[in-house]
């Protein structure tokens, strides 16, 4: 062994590094060379000799004096060579298995060099220096033609694994060539073997494909450790004492066809009379760039004795490999018992890496594989920082796990692993299985500590956050992604800069605030909406609830209301999409009277409830008198539209003119309307809920409407008949996009024959609900009767061109600011492609930032593009990896945050079984939708082509009851379910078949 050299990390030799708390790398060498019948070890130290030998009394050591000048070759000649019997030689900072040495010794050529074919795929994303370092192999089928490190990282075919075989008769000449002036100081093993060829001397190779490992490769050690799943359980066992491995009898396919009795009678002998689980162990199962959790039989509960169903059980589990290989392995271990959680940590996230360990876990069934099955029904999902410590309300055990999973990390030599555990009553956890992330996380230009750092500032801003406000009432606040202007919806949970800047700038930062004040709720103005914690884009609550506080009201019972809704959503967080349908009260409804228990039973007198009755009264009463005047003012911006884009004006000013439109007349009018549209949708619901008017009936009402959707279908059939062109039909609807915030996101007008050309084809089919007679005699003399108990004052027939015009206001309002908002983004792109700026870079870029660019002092514009640029770019790094949860409630939540349970909005009363198609990472005009449930996190005006796809089912991850998607599907009367959550949306994203049941309120996996 040569080991005469300082380690390239750190101050030990290699040979004394620690591999995990125990055992260093000399202590898991030395193994290796135990199958060899009689031996005797010859060490070459040289730095640090001492600190070696003083700790291995059976070695013999050699001492290189010149250690520090010299090479590997240099050192082998401190060691005499016997004649008589084989040497083997290796480097000390390399491991391998105890078969390269049974291959080896089988072998009886005078020279044997080991050697890794499989060398490229050992190193994460290696730099090319590394690889150029490496001593390399040039081979000619099994016969090394060139060996060393001049040779070329492209023209090399394997890498020498530092461990060769010389045999008795050729070690005089070995030790003769070495001892020779022939070689330089540093010369390493691979030049003498190079010489050894050249000279005729007989030499083959045995390849390791991989399974070996350098102390200077990343990840190597864990790749070295690492097998199938029997192997990598083996090999830990004896190493980790925070976790346990049980008892185990693994085998191959081959040995159970060649000699299954032996195989039972081993097991029988290893368990005694108790029951087993029969695991799958592929070959293929836990490789480091795929994985097949869950994919393989295991059988649960079988009997030791029951020699039959022992057979029957490991015949299964290998009929369910997907290849049939003879060297597969089954794994046979005890049935634990008692089991309290069992799951599996991911010391990762999955794709990018961030610093989290992912957590899934069961603690309310007791079984072992409800998560990696995907059978399971309450499976939790938590999200822990690495440096963080598991919060209070978890399972007991949780902290006994992390401590199991780091001393993992901490022996394997990596921090990317997919642990299989169950912790029973006892308190004790177990190791199931440890694999590598089968995922190449992208190389991220910002570290562990970065992300740390923050955090850190993140949970600084949120104690600011929560401190009194001069115009706002509530002891605290808290932040939802979901609730009022829902950003997760519009702009999801991680847009870009440009993106979320928009929509601040657009509405969230004072548009929303003198809408609010105008309808006749509090002026909260200066304070904005929108807070933004490491470019996740939340609502503050505090604020948000403030602002549908009735004006009229003091400020003591607004201070009361405000506390009253916060804590509500704290006991019932499943409600942030809905909460002003279910916990605010924001207008008047037919059933306040019943909603009003909830306030008595929080300690709201009788005269609060009244004058929050009067309040809201009056507020629906002038909201519902506005409506017809908003939808007039908002077509305002159609002629203003046409004006600015006639104009040859610079882009940047053009983008200005749209957006500042959007800003002044769009957004204040079309909030109008949608606040409108949720007083509407209230009303009726309401009207459902007392028993007025069936649930029928509110579905035939919202399939009556007609939106942008019905009006684009019915021009595409124009287009068909021939009197509408297709350009005006292009120029109509093309400036909808998927993203409408999104300038990397491409408008209908860039690809018509994706985006809009299928609908032609669905304009001629029977796409729309026919009108049917909605209102019987005895339903509007119902209706009538309530809108004159509550006071409202108004007829039936205006009640309902009410309902109609403000839901299908909202709708025509959101189309016509979004074609300046686009025709802003293609202005914008304009710009930045005038200065070599792509869309992704100005993605990066604050609209704000843009804007002030229009200042002729600018002197360098395009440098000033690219480092706003790049700084978004290193700001949505951090964004992208940062996990943060639904809603913010405790400065924890930034460090340890679990996937909340959403409560679904479902809608019609049908039931529908199909094919899943997922659009979650894509948006994919081209693929074929029909017949298919489609799967999708958020959706805007810009997916409104999905309605001409023949789809039958709909499920998004965002949205609420009276979203975009929500309106649409309940107008095509498509069944849906809108705003299931992260937890349930992760868990349909990976399924094949679902059954979407709208009526029972149920999403059912099939396949």
């Known amino acids: 062994m040569l080991g005469a050299g300082r380690c390239i990390r750190g101050s030990l030799p290699s040979a004394m590094v620690n591999i995990d708390p125990t055992h260093r790398l000399l202590d898991w060498l030395l193994p290796s060379f135990s199958i060899l019948p009689s031996k005797e070890i010859d060490f070459v130290a040289g730095h640090m000799a001492t600190v070696i030998t003083k700790q291995y009394a059976d070695i013999r050591f050699f001492f290189n004096p010149e250690w520090a000048m010299t090479g590997p070759v240099r050192s082998l000649t401190m060691v005499p060579l016997s004649s008589k019997i084989s040497t083997y030689v290796c480097y000390s900072d390399v491991l391998f298995c105890q078969s390269a040495i049974e291959h080896m010794e089988a072998l009886k050529t005078d020279l044997v060099v080991a050697i890794d074919t499989l060398w490229r795929q050992r190193y994460q994303a290696p730099s090319r220096p590394d690889m150029d370092s490496k001593e390399k192999v040039l081979l000619e089928a099994d016969r090394i033609i060139d060996i060393g490190k001049h040779l070329s990282t492209e023209e090399a075919g394997a890498q020498f694994a530092g461990l060769l075989k010389i045999s008795g008769p050729l070690t005089s000449y070995f030790q003769e060539i070495i001892r020779s002036e022939g070689f330089s100081k540093e010369a390493k093993l691979s030049e003498i073997i190079r010489f050894a060829i050249r000279e005729g001397v007989s030499a083959c190779v045995i390849d390791l494909k991989g399974e070996w490992a350098e102390l200077d490769a990343p990840q190597d050690l864990a790749r070295f450790?690492?097998?199938?799943?029997?192997?990598?359980?083996?090999?830990?066992?004896?190493?980790?004492?925070?976790?346990?491995?049980?008892?185990?009898?693994?085998?191959?396919?081959?040995?159970?066809?060649?000699?299954?009795?032996?195989?039972?009678?081993?097991?029988?002998?290893?368990?005694?009379?108790?029951?087993?689980?029969?695991?799958s162990s592929a070959l293929d199962e836990d490789s480091w760039d795929k994985s097949f959790a869950g994919a393989h039989r295991s059988v649960l509960n079988v009997r030791c004795y029951d020699t039959q169903g022992i057979s029957a059980a490991i015949e299964a589990v290998i009929a369910s490999y997907h290849r049939h290989l003879p060297e597969n392995q089954v794994l046979v271990q005890e049935m634990l018992k008692g089991v309290t959680i069992s799951g599996v940590v991911m010391t990762r996230t999955p794709t990018l890496g961030g610093p989290y360990y992912v957590i899934n876990f069961d603690d309310t069934t007791s079984r072992t594989d409800t998560v990696t099955s995907g059978e399971g029904k309450t499976i939790r999902t938590t999200f822990l920082h690495r440096d963080a410590k598991p919060r209070p309300d978890l399972p007991s055990g949780f902290a006994g796990l992390m401590e199991a999973v780091k001393e993992l990390e901490e022996v394997v030599g990596h921090d990317s692993l997919d642990i299989e555990f169950a912790v029973t009553e006892d308190g004790r956890v177990h190791i199931l299985q440890v694999r590598p992330i089968a995922a190449a996380h992208r190389e991220q230009p910002i570290d562990d500590e970065d992300i740390a750092q923050s955090i850190q500032s993140a949970i600084q801003y949120f104690r600011d956050l929560q401190r009194p406000s001069p115009f706002l009432v509530g002891n605290s606040t808290m932040f939802s992604v979901m609730s009022d202007w829902n950003p997760a919806e519009m702009i999801g949970t991680k847009p870009n800069r440009l993106a979320l800047s928009l929509y601040r700038y657009l509405i969230t930062d004072e548009t929303w605030a003198i809408q609010r004040a105008e309808y006749g709720y509090r002026d909260v103005r200066p304070v904005n909406l929108i807070v933004d914690f490491l470019g996740h884009p939340y609502i503050d609550l505090r604020v948000d609830f403030n602002s549908f506080i009735p004006s009229s009201l003091s400020d003591d019972l607004a201070e009361h209301l405000v506390d009253y809704y916060l804590e509500c959503l704290k006991r019932f967080p499943e409600l942030q999409d809905k909460v002003e349908f279910d916990v605010l009260y924001t207008c008047i409804t037919f059933d306040y009277d019943q909603r009003a228990k909830n306030l008595r039973e929080a300690g709201f007198s009788e005269n609060d409830i009244n004058l929050l009755r009067e309040s809201l009264l009056q507020i629906t009463r002038s909201g519902i008198a506005r409506c017809e005047n908003d939808m007039i003012q908002i077509k305002k911006m159609q002629r203003r539209y046409e004006a600015i884009i006639s104009k040859p004006l610079p882009p940047l000013e053009k983008a200005y003119l749209l957006l500042e439109d959007v800003r002044r007349i769009g957004m204040p009018y079309f909030s109008h309307l949608a606040r409108n549209a949720f007083v509407a949708v209230s009303l009726l619901k309401s009207l459902e809920s007392i028993g007025c008017i069936s649930a029928g009936q509110t579905e035939a009402f919202m399939a009556s409407l007609s939106t942008i959707s019905s009006h684009m279908l019915e021009d595409a059939e124009q287009v068909v008949r021939g009197k509408l062109a297709w350009d005006d039909f292009v120029k109509r609807y093309g400036h909808l996009r998927p993203g409408s915030y999104d300038i990397t996101s491409i408008c209908y007008a860039k690809a018509p024959d994706e985006f809009l050309r299928p609908m032609l084809k669905a304009g001629s089919k029977k796409t729309k609900v026919e009108k049917v007679q909605i209102w019987d005699q005895n339903a509007r003399r119902a209706v009538s009767d309530e809108l004159t108990r509550i006071g409202l004052g108004i007829s039936?027939?205006?009640?309902?061109?009410?309902?109609?015009?403000?839901?299908?206001?909202?709708?025509?309002?959101?189309?016509?600011?979004?074609?300046?908002?686009?025709?802003?983004?293609?202005?914008?792109?304009?710009?930045?492609?005038?200065?070599?700026?792509?869309?992704?870079?100005?993605?990066?870029?604050?609209?704000?930032?843009?804007?002030?660019?229009?200042?002729?002092?600018?002197?360098?514009?395009?440098?000033?593009?690219?480092?706003?640029?790049?700084?978004?770019?290193?700001?949505?790094?951090?964004?992208?990896?940062?996990?943060?949860?639904?809603?913010?409630?405790?400065?924890?939540?930034?460090?340890?945050?679990?996937?909340?349970?959403?409560?679904?909005?479902?809608?019609?009363?049908?039931?529908?079984?199909?094919?899943?198609?997922?659009?979650?990472?894509?948006v994919s005009p081209c693929l074929d939708f029909s017949e298919k449930i489609v799967i999708i996190p958020n959706a805007d005006p810009g997916f409104d082509w999905l309605f001409a796809r023949n789809l039958i089912g709909l499920v998004t991850m965002h949205g609420g009851a009276n979203s975009h998607m929500a309106i649409r599907a309940a107008e095509f009367q498509l069944p849906a379910a809108i705003g299931v959550g992260e937890l349930l949306f992760e868990k349909i994203n990976q399924a094949e078949v679902l059954e979407l049941d709208c009526t029972g309120r149920r999403i059912n996996i099939v396949r």
């Open 796 to 922: 039936f027939d205006r009640f309902e061109v009410f309902l109609r015009n403000s839901i299908e206001g909202r709708e025509l309002a959101k189309f016509i600011f979004t074609r300046n908002l686009n025709a802003a983004l293609e202005a914008v792109a304009e710009f930045g492609a005038g200065h070599g700026i792509s869309r992704e870079q100005l993605a990066g870029i604050r609209i704000r930032e843009l804007l002030e660019l229009r200042a002729a002092n600018v002197e360098n514009i395009t440098r000033t593009l690219q480092e706003l640029a790049r700084r978004g770019k290193e700001a949505y790094d951090i964004t992208q990896t940062v996990c943060l949860p639904a809603q913010i409630v405790s400065e924890t939540d930034f460090v340890c945050m679990e996937q909340l349970k959403a409560e679904p909005n479902f809608i019609t009363q049908k039931k529908v079984r199909a094919p899943v198609i997922s659009l979650a990472g894509q």
């Open 225 to 279: 450790l690492l097998g199938t799943k029997a192997e990598s359980l083996e090999r830990l066992k004896p190493l980790i004492r925070k976790g346990k491995i049980g008892r185990q009898v693994s085998f191959s396919h081959v040995q159970w066809q060649k000699n299954s009795e032996d195989v039972i009678r081993e097991i029988r002998d290893a368990f005694g009379d108790t029951r087993l689980i029969v695991r």
